[in-house]
């Protein structure tokens, strides 16, 4: 079992609609989660940290996390062709340091 | 603000030559991180410095080494070089101050091809 799993994709939605990304964990001690977008030959950049159960709005994106069923995910509402991109989700062991686990990604795609 | 900033942004090697990779951090972020992806494997960690020590390593063999300066300004060396290693390599920065964050600020890499 991966330590952080997401569906690769792609997730092809209309644009103006809601996308919703998903992201399971195994480390149940886990304490941070992030998600990271990833432009096609450019860096990661981090748009969304969560930290306690619940929803997290920033903008046009909401992350949500339970930590009970080891479950986050983050929504972008009104999507926008912009947004196509690679979501990556990351989460924060237990350990010390800033040592971040990623899943593989999902790639999203909003079409005209 | 500066972002993080890495050299050299491509460079291609040969098998069994050995390659130095560095970063500059963003002033003030004292944890550098070396990640590495590829489209089999997506990111996987390397290695964290902070204040010139290696606090946390990934499961990468010896070859792979890092370190870091009284700048914080970091290095990574792979020796050996083997055509697997040919990937993108990420160093990332975070600031540290009374908690580790672990909110990551990655530069934009440097792109490796061993033929």
């Known amino acids: 079992q991966k330590e952080v799993e997401q569906n690769s994709g792609p997730l092809s939605v209309p644009e103006g609609a809601i996308a919703s990304l998903n992201c399971t964990y195994s480390?149940?001690?886990?304490?941070?989660f992030f998600w990271y977008r990833q432009y096609s030959g450019k860096s990661p950049e981090l748009i969304m940290s969560?930290?306690?159960?619940g929803d997290k709005e920033d903008g046009r994106f909401t992350a949500q996390l339970n930590k009970a069923s080891q479950y986050v995910s983050l929504l972008i509402r009104d999507s926008q062709p912009s947004d196509s991109a690679t979501y990556l989700c990351?989460?924060?062991?237990?350990?010390?340091?800033?040592?971040?686990?990623f899943g593989t990604g999902t790639q999203l795609k909003v079409e005209l | 603000k500066a972002g993080v900033t890495q050299t050299p942004r491509y460079l291609i090697k040969t098998r069994g030559q050995q390659v130095t990779l560095s970063c500059s951090p963003i002033?003030?972020?004292?944890?550098v991180s070396w990640y590495q992806q590829t489209p089999g494997q997506g990111l996987q960690f390397l290695f964290e410095?902070?204040?010139?020590?290696?606090?946390n390593k990934g499961n990468f063999p010896g070859r792979f080494s890092g370190r870091q300066f009284s700048n914080s300004r970091s290095e990574m060396n792979v020796s050996t070089l083997e055509l697997g290693d040919s990937a993108l390599y990420l160093c990332?920065?975070?600031?540290?101050?009374?908690?580790?964050?672990?909110?990551?600020?990655f530069g934009e890499g440097s792109r490796l091809t061993v033929l």
């Open positions: 990351a989460v924060k062991g237990t350990g010390g340091g800033n040592k971040l686990t």
């Open positions: 990332a920065s975070s600031w540290t101050g009374f908690t580790d964050t672990g909110e990551l600020f």
């Open positions: 410095y902070f204040s010139e020590t290696q606090r």
């Open positions: 480390d149940r001690g886990s304490q941070s």
């Open positions: 002033s003030g972020h004292r944890s």
């Open positions: 969560i930290y306690s159960n």
